[in-house]
């Protein structure tokens, strides 16, 4: 049975229960959905530039040698964990972020605290799948799919470090890179760590001569000590969807989830997608079903299970944890929506499901990518404790 360091990961991860499963799950497919509203274009950023030499291929091997050689330094260190490599960033202040390729995952993000220690603000858990291989899910991840009418579709899954910017003193940047593989459209990932703030930011640039559609979103897996003890602020007055859970590679949703009254069914956004597409029924009119109005509660109790879509949502949020006396300011820039997902109260205190999900999203509006042009779209966790 492969074995993983977890001290490499997060100094709280939560180890899984030992459970036959496939090592990665698929990213949900993303059929088109129906006009809600007019699509956002994105097509005024011209780009002419020639597309860097960097395949999209199924997790290669990972050359620790080049790595280390390359681009240590910066405050950044590079651990071999199994057949993936661990990048870790830490600031003179003692906030540490460790980042792993080329799946992209974030791990763990260590924020200085006003008490001088350190506190883990991300949820990471580890079990075991096929062949006894480690399923690392939870953390920070990038789930985006790119297609178009004529059956292009692309996501960005293997990244390659490109390049990394500053130092311990002042802030750190992890820079990744991955195209797609006839090269009509390069993804950068950046992943920048200050003393107060952790962000994750993506660009997608479109080389090719027709546009596409880009759904997905940036999940953050935010630990908790349960989600009794949790609650969203600032979100009152925001329109939102009820929707069954975004399924991506590194996501957490409990077994059980939706099956206890008034929640939906678990499926894929796919799923939801093709079923707005029905000949008897206006698309426009089972969304208008969906909505189920404006958020009005400014200080949201998040104890009971929960998978929303909200639509209008302030730039910037607040999530609060009164079990660890913890909060954190979920910010965003590009995306036009918030997925918030909360597995509910009836799972153990600090165990595998004592997290929020939050992620900025593309979900239920498409994001178009005009031709020569590009896109991006940013998270920031900030740490208002110190």
């Not at 960033?89 to 390729?101: P, R």
């Not at 990471?124 to 096929?130: A, C």
């Not at 029905?278 to 208008?288: H, Y």
């Not at 607040?318 to 910010?331: A, F, K, P, Q, Y």
């Amino acid at each position: 049975m492969a074995t993983i360091n977890t001290s490499l990961l997060s100094p709280n991860i939560i180890p899984g229960s030992l459970i036959s499963r496939s090592p990665s799950k698929s990213i949900s497919t993303f059929p088109t959905p129906p006009p809600l509203c007019s699509p956002l274009h994105y097509g005024c950023l011209t780009r002419n530039t020639q597309l860097p030499g960097v395949a999209s291929i199924s997790y290669p091997p990972v050359d620790m040698e080049y790595l280390e050689s390359e681009f240590s330094g910066h405050g950044v260190t590079f651990t071999e964990v199994n057949e993936s490599c661990v990048v870790r960033m830490a600031l003179e202040n003692g906030s540490i972020a460790n980042l792993m390729l080329p799946s992209g995952l974030i791990t763990s993000y260590k924020a200085q605290m006003w008490h001088g220690g350190t506190m883990e603000l991300l949820h990471t858990t580890v079990s075991e799948g096929q062949n006894g291989s480690p399923v690392i899910e939870g953390g920070v991840s990038l789930a985006c799919n790119c297609e178009n009418d004529q059956g292009f579709s692309w996501s960005p899954s293997s990244w390659a470090l490109h390049q990394v910017k500053g130092d311990p003193q002042g802030s750190i940047q992890v820079e990744l890179i991955c195209t797609s593989s006839d090269g009509k459209i390069e993804a950068k990932y950046m992943v920048t760590l200050q003393e107060d703030l952790l962000t994750s930011e993506i660009k997608i640039f479109n080389l090719g001569m027709a546009s596409f559609r880009m759904t997905g979103s940036v999940l953050s897996h935010l630990t908790v000590s349960t989600p009794e003890a949790s609650y969203a602020v600032g979100l009152q007055g925001s329109d939102f969807f009820s929707n069954p859970p975004f399924l991506a590679n590194f996501s957490i949703v409990p077994p059980a989830f939706g099956k206890t009254k008034n929640q939906p069914s678990k499926k894929s956004f796919g799923e939801i997608f093709s079923s707005w597409g029905t000949k008897n029924e206006n698309p426009e009119k089972i969304a208008e079903k969906e909505l189920e109005g404006e958020e009005t509660d400014n200080y949201k109790h998040l104890t009971d299970e929960m998978s929303k879509i909200y639509k209008s949502a302030p730039r910037n949020f607040t999530l609060i944890d009164r079990g660890r006396r913890n909060s954190v300011v979920v910010g965003r820039d590009g995306f036009k929506e918030v997925y918030l997902l909360s597995p509910g109260s009836r799972h153990e205190s600090y165990g595998r499901y004592s997290y929020i999900c939050v992620g900025q999203a593309a979900l239920l509006q498409p994001i178009i990518i005009e031709s020569q042009s590009e896109w991006r779209g940013k998270q920031s966790l900030h740490n208002p404790n110190m």
